[in-house]
């Protein structure tokens, strides 16, 4: 009779290890497709499952508590079986049994089943789950509490995401709805901006409208109305020598037309300072736009507040009213770009690795390779690629055609 009354509890106690294990699976690999359908014919159980679900933490808390308790007990009475029907060879026969029954029957079993019926489970468990959280509560409390001080004398400082983890986090989102496609593009593009510098968005040098504040024939605003510019760089005879910057808006809307009062003072940033640490001071110190410095102190370029703004949301607008860059198709393996491109976008763009010595710019890279001042019609042979001019501006490049050498068969990529 002790013995038929044990090998009752030790199935119903391996059915326990069975279910809790199957739990586990069930629960943490449910996913919100089949949550909603479930939701949708039941709405009552749907209701249950997104109580357990809304605390992770607590559900795996109660299975693990529950299988735990579940296989001591087990391996007790298993003991007390093979006491029973082996005396001689109890402790060789209980422990290997008992492990090889919970393997099987309560490990790898339930929790193949678990992926194969995980909607059909999950409803069903839902009740006995329900009931399991609030009966196991107090030792769940208890437990909780000693392995948060425990974990807190671990905890490592400063940790963060990786790269890779926080892409992947990105990557469910979208999967998951929380995010659509636009939001996704631009915490990718705000996460990028430490990999680009100002030089990266700058409008070059030779691309600067200003006014000469030591030319007597200058006629401001003539030159503000033409320029259809927000700003304007006020200089002293050239341009390494910026007294600052014109607010064209506001020196036109000005009776007086006083350059005086409608001048920002000039801020200088090097052309190597990553843009998310450039976008911080520009907010921190409500700046529109800097002039980008090369090595040697001089002038290279302008970035504005919107330069940046553009990489993350598109161009939505722009300080300097520049066009926007050409980037297009131009047939299979070819494309007609912007000589201003910097050769690290254009290599992630067409998956190409172009390289100059004393450039950073495909403009740069035309000039090295021709060895002379480029001329519309020049072509460039190197490096995998054909590039062709297409149209200068004083004697600098600024539209080309690209066009791959080495190119797979079977069509355009």
């Known amino acids: 009779m002790t013995a038929l009354v044990l090998s009752f509890f030790f199935l119903l106690l391996m059915a326990a290890s069975a279910f809790f294990s199957s739990a586990e699976t069930v629960y943490f690999s449910i996913d919100p497709i089949q949550l909603r359908r479930i939701g949708e014919k039941h709405a009552a159980t749907g209701e249950r499952l997104r109580t357990l ?15 735990t308790l579940v296989n001591i007990s087990l391996s007790n009475i298993g003991y007390a079986l093979a006491r029973l029907w082996v005396p001689a060879y109890s402790e060789l026969v209980a422990i290997p049994t008992v492990t090889l029954l919970l393997i099987f029957f309560g490990e790898i079993g339930p929790k193949n089943l678990g992926l194969l019926y995980t909607g059909t489970l999950a409803r069903a468990y839902a009740p006995v789950l329900g009931a399991a959280e609030f009966l ?19 905890r490592p400082v400063g940790k963060t995401l990786s790269e890779e983890e926080f892409e992947t986090v990105l990557d469910i989102s979208q999967e998951e709805g929380i995010l659509n496609a636009d939001e996704l593009a631009m915490i990718k ?19 600067f409208i200003g006014i000469d504040l030591d030319d ?54 090097p052309e190597g300072v990553p843009l998310n640490r450039l976008l911080s001071r520009f907010q921190k110190d ?17 970035v504005t507040r919107g330069d940046i703004l553009e990489e993350i949301t598109g161009d939505i607008y722009n300080e300097l009213s520049k066009p ?4 297009q198709s131009a047939g299979p393996y070819a494309w007609l770009v912007d000589a201003n491109i910097s050769l690290e976008e254009l290599n992630r763009k067409l998956r190409l690795d172009l390289d100059a010595e004393t450039s950073d710019r495909l403009a740069g890279w035309i000039t090295e390779r021709l060895g002379s001042v480029p001329k519309q019609d020049d072509v460039v042979e190197a490096q995998g690629v054909r590039v062709r001019v297409m149209q200068t501006i004083r004697l600098r490049v600024t ?15």
């Open 53 to 67: 679900l809304a605390s992770p933490t607590r559900l795996l808390s109660t299975i693990l508590i529950g299988n």
């Open 136 to 154: 196991l509560a107090p030792l769940r409390s208890a437990l909780d509490r000693a392995s948060h001080r425990l974990a807190h004398l671990f």
């Open 189 to 207: 593009a705000i996460v990028d901006l430490e990999d680009l510098h100002a030089s990266d968005v700058m409008t070059p040098r030779v691309d």
């Open 216 to 269: 007597p024939d200058e006629t401001p605003v003539e030159t503000a109305r033409r320029s259809r510019r927000n700003f304007l760089i006020l200089y002293h005879e050239q341009f390494d020598e910026i007294a600052g910057f014109l607010d064209v808006r506001k020196f036109l809307l000005d009776p007086d037309h006083s350059i005086k009062h409608a001048t920002l003072p000039p801020v200088y940033v």
């Open 286 to 302: 409500r700046i529109r736009i800097a002039i980008v410095v090369d090595e040697y102190g001089g002038a290279a370029g302008l």
């Open 324 to 327: 926007r860059p050409i980037f």
């Open 399 to 413: 539209l080309a055609h690209i066009e791959k050498l080495d190119v797979p068969k079977g069509g355009p990529a």
